[in-house]
């Protein structure tokens, strides 16, 4: 099935939609302002890694999602860490990642551009490029307005005691 075979299949009965021509006010009355965040400058992360902010709690006000672009230069890797209390949505745009996963880190997948990636809330993970030569892509969403300061760096050498 095409996309839009998909996308027309899983559309709203008419019943159910918002009618095409309605005011916004009938939804919302004082409409925010649409913000721009053109970054600028890179900004290390606490993972060690290059982003460039988007959309964030001080950048655009948000309430409940940040989004950047993060790249990973060549043949490098972030920190092992995990997002606490928070999802994480990746696109990859460009090149190839090898993501370590889990307690210790022991799984592994690989994402090529195109792919869609979301890591669950907890879960620690640490991307590297599998690139020497080109740096990787991707953008980053999560459903956390300040989402550095949720940032748990990871030691996958400590011995892990869970609970019974």
Do not use: C, W
């Not at 839009?4 to 009355?29: G, R, V, W, Y």
């Not at 600028?40 to 940040?66: M, N, W």
């Not at 022991?106 to 869609?116: R, S």
């Not at 892509?137 to 050498?157: G, K």
């Amino acid at each position: 099935m095409s996309i839009d075979e998909n996308l027309s299949a899983t559309t709203a009965p008419a019943s159910e939609q918002i009618p095409e021509h309605t005011a916004p006010e009938k939804f919302a009355k004082n409409l925010p302002e649409i913000i721009t965040v053109r970054p600028d400058a890179e900004t290390l992360t606490r993972q060690h890694l290059p982003y460039f902010v988007g959309i964030s709690q001080a950048t655009a006000g948000a309430k409940g999602i940040a989004m950047n672009l993060v790249i990973i230069p060549p043949g490098g890797s972030a920190k092992p860490h995990f997002h606490r209390d928070y999802e994480t949505a990746i696109y990859l745009v460009k090149g190839r990642v090898e993501t370590r996963y889990g307690h210790g880190l022991k799984q592994t997948i690989i994402n090529e551009p195109g792919d869609f990636i979301f890591i669950p809330p907890g879960v620690p993970h640490q991307p590297f490029n599998l690139s020497d030569t080109e740096p990787a892509h991707a953008i980053v969403a999560r459903n956390d307005p300040n989402e550095q300061e949720n940032v748990v760096l990871y030691d996958a050498t400590a011995k892990i005691e869970i609970d019974s």
